[in-house]
């Protein structure tokens, strides 16, 4: 169910899909959870 092969990890559409998919795999989940750290600490 892993759909989001070459997109920008910069990209907020990126993230936005992410979080919208149904099929997060590990790579996904690990990713948000780093993305949320860091807005943390801005």
């Known amino acids: ?3 989001a092969g070459g997109l920008s990890f910069n990209s907020k559409t990126f993230t936005k899909m992410l979080q919208s998919c149904p099929y997060q795999c590990d ?3 690990v990713i948000l959870e ?3 750290r ?3 600490e801005l």
């Open 38 to 40: 860091y807005k943390k």
């Open 1 to 3: 169910g892993c759909t």
């Open 27 to 29: 790579r996904h989940k």
């Open 34 to 36: 780093a993305e949320e």
